[in-house]
């Protein structure tokens, strides 16, 4: 069993803000690896029927207050609630997966996180969505025609679809052993039980 | 401020099983108390518009899972996928609220989850529904007939409304210093704020 767990997630889920930026310290502590898996959770959740939180004023405030208290605990930067949510989705996860075969998925995921969350900057929109990509060494004008090729929405749906298949319904999910892990607060569960799956093996 | 966390639940609540279960014991680890609050969970996913567990079966299917995961980790029993959801949800409520005042909630809490996660037996429905009360030296008849009564409703919605107007829209959460924890999973962030709110008074 390679020493390998899986972070399925999408760029527009606040809670993925806490795994993204903490998810190296994790995987070096741990002495494993995460494979960056960018998806479309905005589909699955209509696909379901899941009601988003910005239409449920107690929830929502829950939720941002949840987040920034995990945030310090984490020792994670928080600059008040960002803006939400965000405008397009699906374009920055279609970034994020090219960039995941190009390598430098995790690269771009954080800085998009950044503009977010330290910046309270919409990462899907201009300025935000070129300058987090010059600000890793890549072209913004590429990149962006790449990811609004009818290829790139193929890649995404499948990706989608692969996350659909194996239960996933909800961003963080970290998956192990064919068993998945929905939430930030369930990343130490998902370690648990691969490192035992790990050692069995 | 005292040294106390308010323990918002719903019978018929799943992952409250694991509260319910080990609260006891983190309570006299932390060395505080826990008031048990019951509440009517299902009145406020009614009116949020929540869509309960049991129509979606990804989130169902993973639900359980997560809990069983839980329990174990935990040391907690598990015997399998209990009855859901119960039959009865503000019916054992009304018990558990009139316990309160009478001093033997977390007594009846207990016996109600072990019915129903142990056994496999709806703690709202009759055997087990008296079966319970018995087991806890409680009167079947006098105790169902007093939470029938329309003074157990107007109870049961008078502490709903409190707990809305916390901004509580789930089971269980604790409230400490002004701040709702929702989840099993929250209860030591909880306890962490509370004790650094109990130091600083």
């Known amino acids: ?3 390998q767990i899986d972070f399925w997630f999408s760029i527009g889920s606040t809670y993925s803000y806490l795994s993204v930026m903490r ?7 741990a002495g494993l690896t995460f494979r960056w898996r960018p998806f479309d959770v905005r589909a699955i959740m209509v696909e379901m029927n899941n009601i988003p ?14 987040v920034e208290r995990r945030a310090a605990f984490y020792g994670l930067p928080w600059s008040g609630v960002p803006p939400y949510p965000i405008k397009h989705l699906s374009l920055v996860n279609r970034i ?13 995921v954080k800085a998009a996180y950044r503009s977010w969350f330290v910046n309270g900057q919409d990462p899907s929109v ?10 890793i060494g890549q072209n913004p004008d590429e990149v962006i025609a790449r990811a ?4 790139a929405k193929d890649a995404l749906e499948t990706a989608t679809s692969a996350a659909s298949a194996l239960g996933i319904f909800g961003s ?3 998956v192990t052993n064919g068993e998945i892990f929905w939430g930030d607060d369930r990343l130490e569960d998902a370690i648990q039980l691969h490192q035992a799956g790990t050692a069995a093996s």
């Open 148 to 151: 609004t090729s009818d290829q």
């Open 23 to 29: 998810i190296d310290k994790v995987a070096q502590l």
């Open 53 to 66: 939180f910005h239409t449920k004023p107690a929830k929502l405030r829950y939720m941002w207050r949840d």
């Open 96 to 108: 994020a997966l090219s960039a995941a075969d190009a390598g430098w998925c995790a690269h771009y």
């Open 126 to 135: 201009e300025p935000s969505l070129s300058d987090n990509l010059r600000a």
């Open 1 to 3: 069993m390679p020493s």
């Open 172 to 174: 963080p999910t970290f």
